[in-house]
Protein backbone atom coordinates (compact mmCIF):
# COMPACT_ATOMS: atom_id res chain seq x y z
CA UNK A 1 0.00 0.00 0.00
CA UNK A 2 1.14 3.48 -0.80
CA UNK A 3 1.23 5.19 2.32
CA UNK A 4 0.21 9.10 2.88
CA UNK A 5 2.74 11.90 3.47
CA UNK A 6 1.84 14.77 5.78
CA UNK A 7 1.92 18.66 5.12
CA UNK A 8 1.97 19.58 8.93
CA UNK A 9 1.51 23.43 8.14
CA UNK A 10 -1.77 22.48 5.66
CA UNK A 11 -2.72 19.64 8.07
CA UNK A 12 -3.79 17.56 4.93
CA UNK A 13 -1.88 14.42 4.14
CA UNK A 14 -1.91 12.85 0.29
CA UNK A 15 -0.46 9.74 -1.07
CA UNK A 16 2.96 9.91 -1.33
CA UNK A 17 2.33 8.52 -4.92
CA UNK A 18 0.08 10.73 -6.81
CA UNK A 19 -1.34 9.72 -10.33
CA UNK A 20 -1.28 12.18 -13.10
CA UNK A 21 -3.95 13.25 -16.00
CA UNK A 22 -1.80 14.95 -17.96
CA UNK A 23 -1.48 11.25 -20.62
CA UNK A 24 -5.47 10.42 -19.68
CA UNK A 25 -6.57 11.14 -23.46
CA UNK A 26 -3.70 9.09 -24.77
CA UNK A 27 -4.91 5.63 -22.96
CA UNK A 28 -5.08 2.74 -25.66
CA UNK A 29 -8.05 1.41 -24.01
CA UNK A 30 -9.78 4.85 -24.76
CA UNK A 31 -10.96 7.28 -22.15
CA UNK A 32 -14.31 6.37 -21.38
CA UNK A 33 -16.23 6.28 -18.16
CA UNK A 34 -15.90 2.74 -17.28
CA UNK A 35 -11.96 3.01 -18.41
CA UNK A 36 -10.75 6.18 -16.24
CA UNK A 37 -13.18 4.14 -13.33
CA UNK A 38 -11.23 1.07 -13.42
CA UNK A 39 -7.80 3.36 -12.90
CA UNK A 40 -8.91 5.27 -10.34
CA UNK A 41 -10.33 1.96 -8.32
CA UNK A 42 -7.06 0.60 -9.25
CA UNK A 43 -5.29 3.40 -7.46
CA UNK A 44 -7.67 3.91 -4.22
CA UNK A 45 -6.75 -0.06 -3.61
CA UNK A 46 -3.53 0.86 -3.41
CA UNK A 47 -3.59 3.23 -1.68
CA UNK A 48 -3.14 6.24 -4.25
CA UNK A 49 -5.94 9.00 -3.47
CA UNK A 50 -4.70 12.06 -4.65
CA UNK A 51 -5.12 12.84 -8.52
CA UNK A 52 -2.98 15.36 -10.30
CA UNK A 53 -4.76 17.32 -12.85
CA UNK A 54 -4.44 20.79 -14.84
CA UNK A 55 -7.22 23.22 -16.68
CA UNK A 56 -5.15 22.32 -20.03
CA UNK A 57 -4.73 18.76 -20.07
CA UNK A 58 -6.11 16.89 -23.30
CA UNK A 59 -7.24 20.15 -24.95
CA UNK A 60 -9.03 21.50 -21.92
CA UNK A 61 -11.26 18.20 -21.93
CA UNK A 62 -9.43 15.53 -18.94
CA UNK A 63 -11.09 17.50 -16.06
CA UNK A 64 -13.95 16.78 -18.00
CA UNK A 65 -13.77 13.32 -18.69
CA UNK A 66 -12.80 12.55 -14.68
CA UNK A 67 -15.94 14.67 -13.82
CA UNK A 68 -17.71 12.54 -15.84
CA UNK A 69 -16.58 9.59 -13.41
CA UNK A 70 -17.14 11.78 -10.31
CA UNK A 71 -20.42 12.84 -11.38
CA UNK A 72 -22.06 9.05 -12.01
CA UNK A 73 -19.91 7.61 -8.68
CA UNK A 74 -20.47 10.37 -6.48
CA UNK A 75 -19.43 8.33 -3.47
CA UNK A 76 -15.76 8.83 -4.99
CA UNK A 77 -15.27 12.76 -3.98
CA UNK A 78 -14.97 11.34 -0.41
CA UNK A 79 -12.19 9.31 -1.17
CA UNK A 80 -10.16 11.23 -3.07
CA UNK A 81 -8.25 14.28 -3.14
CA UNK A 82 -7.85 16.80 -6.46
CA UNK A 83 -5.31 19.16 -7.63
CA UNK A 84 -5.31 21.23 -10.59
CA UNK A 85 -3.38 23.87 -12.31
CA UNK A 86 -4.01 27.06 -14.43
CA UNK A 87 -2.44 30.09 -15.85
CA UNK A 88 -1.50 28.49 -19.08
CA UNK A 89 -3.79 30.02 -22.33
CA UNK A 90 -2.41 27.90 -25.61
CA UNK A 91 -2.93 29.65 -29.33
CA UNK A 92 -6.19 29.26 -30.89
CA UNK A 93 -9.04 30.73 -32.66
CA UNK A 94 -9.52 33.58 -29.23
CA UNK A 95 -5.55 33.90 -28.55
CA UNK A 96 -3.08 33.64 -31.20
CA UNK A 97 0.26 33.75 -29.20
CA UNK A 98 0.18 31.51 -25.98
CA UNK A 99 1.11 32.85 -22.76
CA UNK A 100 0.58 33.22 -18.81
CA UNK A 101 -2.45 34.62 -17.04
CA UNK A 102 -2.03 34.76 -13.63
CA UNK A 103 -4.40 37.98 -13.15
CA UNK A 104 -7.52 37.76 -10.22
CA UNK A 105 -10.02 37.19 -12.77
CA UNK A 106 -8.22 34.63 -15.11
CA UNK A 107 -7.68 32.06 -11.55
CA UNK A 108 -11.31 33.25 -10.31
CA UNK A 109 -12.64 32.09 -13.95
CA UNK A 110 -10.14 29.39 -14.25
CA UNK A 111 -11.04 27.55 -10.84
CA UNK A 112 -14.70 28.27 -11.70
CA UNK A 113 -14.29 26.02 -14.69
CA UNK A 114 -12.46 23.36 -13.40
CA UNK A 115 -15.39 23.01 -10.61
CA UNK A 116 -17.47 22.84 -12.79
CA UNK A 117 -15.95 19.83 -15.11
CA UNK A 118 -14.50 17.88 -12.51
CA UNK A 119 -18.16 18.06 -10.66
CA UNK A 120 -16.82 19.05 -7.27
CA UNK A 121 -17.31 22.08 -4.31
CA UNK A 122 -14.35 22.61 -3.88
CA UNK A 123 -10.52 21.82 -4.73
CA UNK A 124 -7.98 20.97 -2.52
CA UNK A 125 -4.63 22.33 -3.88
CA UNK A 126 -4.89 24.56 -6.62
CA UNK A 127 -1.21 25.40 -8.28
CA UNK A 128 -0.31 27.98 -10.75
CA UNK A 129 1.15 26.07 -14.08
CA UNK A 130 4.37 28.29 -14.87
CA UNK A 131 5.57 31.21 -13.44
CA UNK A 132 4.14 34.17 -15.22
CA UNK A 133 6.61 37.57 -16.04
CA UNK A 134 3.82 39.60 -15.37
CA UNK A 135 2.44 38.30 -12.14
CA UNK A 136 1.13 40.23 -9.81
CA UNK A 137 1.76 38.56 -6.45
CA UNK A 138 -0.24 40.88 -4.31
CA UNK A 139 -3.04 40.76 -6.67
CA UNK A 140 -2.30 36.39 -6.64
CA UNK A 141 -2.71 36.44 -2.47
CA UNK A 142 -5.98 38.83 -2.79
CA UNK A 143 -8.05 36.01 -5.10
CA UNK A 144 -6.28 33.08 -3.13
CA UNK A 145 -7.84 34.44 0.13
CA UNK A 146 -11.13 34.85 -1.77
CA UNK A 147 -11.43 31.69 -3.09
CA UNK A 148 -10.34 30.04 0.03
CA UNK A 149 -13.04 32.18 2.32
CA UNK A 150 -15.53 31.25 -0.32
CA UNK A 151 -14.50 27.37 0.02
CA UNK A 152 -13.80 26.81 -3.40
CA UNK A 153 -9.84 25.94 -2.84
CA UNK A 154 -8.61 24.87 0.14
CA UNK A 155 -4.78 24.97 -0.23
CA UNK A 156 -2.47 26.71 -3.31
CA UNK A 157 0.38 26.32 -4.72
CA UNK A 158 2.95 26.80 -7.42
CA UNK A 159 4.31 24.63 -10.42
CA UNK A 160 7.75 25.03 -12.17
CA UNK A 161 8.61 28.28 -10.19
CA UNK A 162 12.57 29.00 -9.10
CA UNK A 163 12.93 29.86 -5.45
CA UNK A 164 13.11 32.98 -5.94
CA UNK A 165 9.87 33.12 -7.67
CA UNK A 166 8.02 30.92 -4.90
CA UNK A 167 10.08 32.97 -2.09
CA UNK A 168 8.41 36.58 -3.55
CA UNK A 169 4.42 34.43 -4.00
CA UNK A 170 4.75 33.36 -0.52
CA UNK A 171 5.95 36.64 1.16
CA UNK A 172 2.52 38.20 -0.25
CA UNK A 173 0.25 35.10 0.74
CA UNK A 174 -1.22 34.98 4.24
CA UNK A 175 -1.42 31.00 3.97
CA UNK A 176 1.79 29.00 3.31
CA UNK A 177 1.80 27.68 -0.39
CA UNK A 178 1.28 23.86 -0.03
CA UNK A 179 4.10 22.97 -2.91
CA UNK A 180 5.94 23.56 -5.50
CA UNK A 181 5.33 20.94 -8.50
CA UNK A 182 8.54 20.72 -10.76
CA UNK A 183 10.28 18.79 -13.19
CA UNK A 184 12.77 16.13 -11.87
CA UNK A 185 14.09 13.02 -13.00
CA UNK A 186 17.30 11.32 -13.30
CA UNK A 187 18.33 13.21 -16.56
CA UNK A 188 17.06 16.52 -14.66
CA UNK A 189 18.64 16.93 -11.26
CA UNK A 190 18.72 20.52 -11.36
CA UNK A 191 16.08 21.05 -8.07
CA UNK A 192 18.68 19.25 -5.65
CA UNK A 193 21.35 21.90 -6.75
CA UNK A 194 19.38 24.68 -7.65
CA UNK A 195 18.43 25.70 -4.41
CA UNK A 196 14.84 24.22 -5.40
CA UNK A 197 14.52 21.39 -2.80
CA UNK A 198 16.94 23.22 -0.38
CA UNK A 199 13.79 25.48 0.22
CA UNK A 200 11.06 23.10 0.46
CA UNK A 201 13.19 21.78 3.28
CA UNK A 202 13.54 24.82 5.10
CA UNK A 203 9.79 25.76 4.59
CA UNK A 204 8.63 22.21 5.62
CA UNK A 205 6.77 21.16 2.41
CA UNK A 206 7.16 18.74 0.44
CA UNK A 207 8.00 19.41 -3.79
CA UNK A 208 5.96 17.42 -5.99
CA UNK A 209 7.97 15.88 -9.27
CA UNK A 210 6.62 15.19 -12.56
CA UNK A 211 8.02 13.34 -15.23
CA UNK A 212 9.83 10.84 -12.84
CA UNK A 213 10.49 7.98 -15.54
CA UNK A 214 12.10 11.19 -17.81
CA UNK A 215 8.98 10.42 -19.93
CA UNK A 216 9.80 7.03 -20.35
CA UNK A 217 13.31 7.16 -21.28
CA UNK A 218 13.98 4.62 -18.53
CA UNK A 219 11.93 2.26 -20.22
CA UNK A 220 13.01 2.95 -23.72
CA UNK A 221 16.78 4.01 -23.59
CA UNK A 222 18.06 5.70 -26.68
CA UNK A 223 21.55 7.32 -25.54
CA UNK A 224 24.78 5.72 -24.30
CA UNK A 225 23.83 7.41 -20.70
CA UNK A 226 20.55 6.74 -20.99
CA UNK A 227 21.00 3.10 -21.60
CA UNK A 228 23.66 2.64 -18.63
CA UNK A 229 21.34 3.84 -16.71
CA UNK A 230 18.86 1.74 -17.13
CA UNK A 231 21.30 -1.32 -17.29
CA UNK A 232 22.18 0.33 -13.55
CA UNK A 233 18.31 0.60 -12.62
CA UNK A 234 18.68 -3.19 -13.76
CA UNK A 235 21.24 -4.51 -12.08
CA UNK A 236 19.97 -3.25 -8.82
CA UNK A 237 16.79 -4.29 -9.48
CA UNK A 238 18.01 -8.02 -10.31
CA UNK A 239 19.71 -7.86 -6.57
CA UNK A 240 16.78 -7.00 -4.61
CA UNK A 241 14.14 -9.20 -7.27
CA UNK A 242 12.43 -6.11 -8.17
CA UNK A 243 11.62 -4.44 -11.43
CA UNK A 244 13.68 -1.31 -12.62
CA UNK A 245 10.49 1.09 -12.20
CA UNK A 246 10.21 0.04 -8.40
CA UNK A 247 13.88 1.14 -7.90
CA UNK A 248 13.77 4.29 -9.66
CA UNK A 249 10.57 5.35 -7.27
CA UNK A 250 12.43 4.14 -4.78
CA UNK A 251 15.12 6.38 -5.34
CA UNK A 252 13.17 9.08 -5.14
CA UNK A 253 12.46 8.24 -1.28
CA UNK A 254 15.42 8.64 -0.42
CA UNK A 255 15.58 12.52 -0.67
CA UNK A 256 14.97 13.88 2.66
CA UNK A 257 12.37 16.76 1.28
CA UNK A 258 9.94 14.32 0.94
CA UNK A 259 9.26 14.31 -2.90
CA UNK A 260 5.80 13.12 -4.10
CA UNK A 261 6.62 11.34 -7.59
CA UNK A 262 3.27 11.74 -10.04
CA UNK A 263 2.76 8.40 -11.80
CA UNK A 264 2.14 9.31 -15.48
CA UNK A 265 1.16 5.95 -16.89
CA UNK A 266 -2.38 4.69 -18.50
CA UNK A 267 -0.81 0.90 -17.79
CA UNK A 268 -2.67 -0.69 -14.94
CA UNK A 269 0.45 -2.89 -14.31
CA UNK A 270 2.75 0.01 -14.21
CA UNK A 271 0.85 1.37 -11.69
CA UNK A 272 0.36 -1.44 -9.23
CA UNK A 273 4.03 -1.95 -9.99
CA UNK A 274 5.07 1.29 -9.02
CA UNK A 275 2.92 1.25 -5.77
CA UNK A 276 5.32 -1.75 -4.30
CA UNK A 277 8.42 0.97 -4.90
CA UNK A 278 8.36 1.00 -0.68
CA UNK A 279 9.13 -2.67 -0.52
CA UNK A 280 12.73 -2.09 -2.19
CA UNK A 281 14.63 0.73 0.11
CA UNK A 282 18.06 1.68 -1.25
CA UNK A 283 21.21 1.93 0.60
CA UNK A 284 23.27 5.09 -0.03
CA UNK A 285 25.92 4.12 -2.00
CA UNK A 286 23.42 2.27 -4.62
CA UNK A 287 21.42 5.46 -4.70
CA UNK A 288 24.68 7.40 -5.47
CA UNK A 289 25.70 4.92 -7.86
CA UNK A 290 22.29 5.79 -9.72
CA UNK A 291 22.96 9.36 -9.47
CA UNK A 292 26.43 9.15 -10.74
CA UNK A 293 25.71 6.76 -14.04
CA UNK A 294 22.72 9.27 -14.65
CA UNK A 295 25.06 12.43 -14.35
CA UNK A 296 28.11 10.61 -16.07
CA UNK A 297 30.18 11.87 -12.97
CA UNK A 298 31.08 11.40 -10.11
CA UNK A 299 30.37 13.07 -6.98
CA UNK A 300 33.32 15.82 -6.32
Known sequence: MVPQIHFPKHNLSISRLVYGIWRLHEDKHGFGEDRIYEKINLCLELGIDTFDHADIYGDFENEEHFGKVLK???NLK?????????GIQVPGAKYPTKHYNTSKEHLRYSVERSLRKLQVDSLDVLLIHRPDPLMDPTEMAEVFDSLALEGKVKHFGVSNFTPSQFRMVQSKCKRPLFTNQVEFHLYHTEPMFDGTFDQ???????????????????FSPKTET??????KLLEIAKRYGASVDQILYSWFLNHPA?????LGTNDLERIESAANCFSYPLKRVEWFSILEVARGKEVA
Do not use: D, F
Not at 79 to 86: E, L, V
Open 72 to 74: KYP
Open 78 to 86: NKIKIITKC
Open 200 to 218: MIESGIHPMVWSPTAGGKV
Open 226 to 231: EIKTSQ
Open 258 to 262: GLVPI
